[in-house]
């Protein structure tokens, strides 16, 4: 009869021989991203429904039929769908506001309501950031993050969270430095970092990649709007 260890040890060696593509796959992914966005001159509606389907969700499928790895479409779960909505409608909003107080102190002056819902691409751009919540979470949070942690069990949370953080912000910065000055991208590196980290805790406790996406729809509109 083997013994326990020996098992656990085999189990271990399945794993990994189970996500051994999982690291060519993300570098083979990120180059082509790069020259994507690097040679590409789409409408960004382009960009975040065909462009991201591309190289964000046809990789996960791929992925997901050759190993097998099924924990990625249980956190888009429809039983998950209506509480997660919600949740992140309360978070997100939560965000907002600690952002709005934020920039209220850096820059004083009154703060006066505005219906930007009444504006004419309100509704136009909140449907193009819940694209990009969507495929974003997706592929770093429902792809990365699982994989991660199916592969890495031994180590720590917190270093599981700063891997997912570290490859989410790699995967986003050749557009902060096509888009903004090197200083004021280093300020966008550090806010995607730290919201990065923000995500991948929520995850870690939800599983639910729809608290994710709309999470990350309001924080894409309040940049947007305020930023």
Known sequence: MPSKKRTTTKRQQNKKQKHRLFWPLLLVVFILWVLYRALSSFSVFFDELVGKSIFFALPVLIYLSISGFSATMDTF???????GLLLGLI??????????????????????????????DFWWELFLATLT???????????????????YKKWPLVAQIILVALIFLIFHLPNLFLRFSLETAYVHA??????????ALIFY?????????MTQAIWGMILLVHF
């Open 77 to 83: 779960s429809y039983k998950k769908l209506k509480k």
């Open 91 to 120: 978070i997100g909003g939560i965000l907002g506001f600690a952002l709005l107080i934020t920039k209220a102190f850096i820059n004083p002056g009154p703060i006066q309501a505005q219906a930007f819902y009444l504006a004419d």
């Open 133 to 151: 919540g969507f495929f974003e979470s997706l592929f770093f949070f429902s792809f990365v993050m699982l994989v991660i942690e199916d592969r």
């Open 190 to 199: 550090i806010l995607l970092f730290a919201f990065a980290i923000g995500q």
């Open 205 to 213: 406790v939800q599983r639910n990649a729809y608290t994710l996406l």
